[in-house]
């Protein structure tokens, strides 16, 4: 029997990557640079996509590693009763080198056919919950890519998921105060508001 992974362990690390992050942002949030806490901000909300999608994908791993009888039984794979985590690894990729996916839609499209709409642990989380994931893959683009692709995309996302019409730079808007009834936490730095997003997404899945 292939060994199983240990969920547990996966979200727990995951979420203690984030704790980190927001520790550093905010005992740097005591000083007086305004523009250093602002780049802190804009630099965080990189590394908090990257655990996010590092997360997603050992999870759907996970999902596999410990339930294929979808997969095999779609691939009509005969004399095969499960998945070890190394070929798991290799069917969430696809083949390639890293697991990639461009939305929410994107990522339980992939896990549907993976390990069944039943199994697939990013159905769990909510739409509302989605909406910001997505947003926080959109900024991440934005930081990083600076296209102007990314900067429509970004400028779009901020208006129909913040209501912000007028646009700014990724490191005011994150380093501000998210003071809308409707945000994930309210009187915070968005910042905060998507790793609150991004921390319940991994405990519900």
């Known amino acids: 029997m292939a060994r199983k992974i240990d ?3 996966l979200k727990a690390h995951s979420i203690r ?3 980190k992050l927001l520790r550093r942002v905010e005992q ?5 640079d305004y523009l250093l806490i602002r780049w802190m901000c804009r630099m965080s909300a990189v590394e908090l996509h990257a655990v996010w999608e590092r997360y997603a994908e050992n999870r759907l791993v996970a999902s596999l590693n410990h339930d294929s009888t979808h997969f095999i039984s779609e691939q009509k794979i005969k004399g095969v009763s499960d998945i070890s985590k190394g070929l798991a690894f290799y069917i969430v990729r696809g083949g390639n080198r890293y697991f990639d996916f461009r939305s929410m839609g994107d990522l339980i499209g992939k896990g549907n056919r993976i390990v069944g709409k039943d199994d697939n642990p990013f159905c769990a989380i909510p739409n509302k919950d989605r909406k910001y994931l997505d947003a926080l893959a959109v900024i991440r683009n934005r930081i990083v890519h600076g296209s102007d692709a990314a900067i429509a995309a970004y ?10 019409s007028a646009a700014p730079g990724p490191d005011e808007f994150l380093g501000s105060i998210d003071k809308r009834a409707a945000s994930p936490v309210r009187n915070e730095r968005r910042l905060v508001g998507l790793a609150a997003v991004v921390i319940k997404s991994i405990n519900v899945t």
């Open 7 to 9: 969920l547990t362990r």
């Open 155 to 164: 400028k779009a996302t901020l208006a129909k998921v913040y209501a912000i």
């Open 28 to 32: 740097q949030s005591a000083g007086e």
């Open 17 to 19: 990557e984030i704790e």
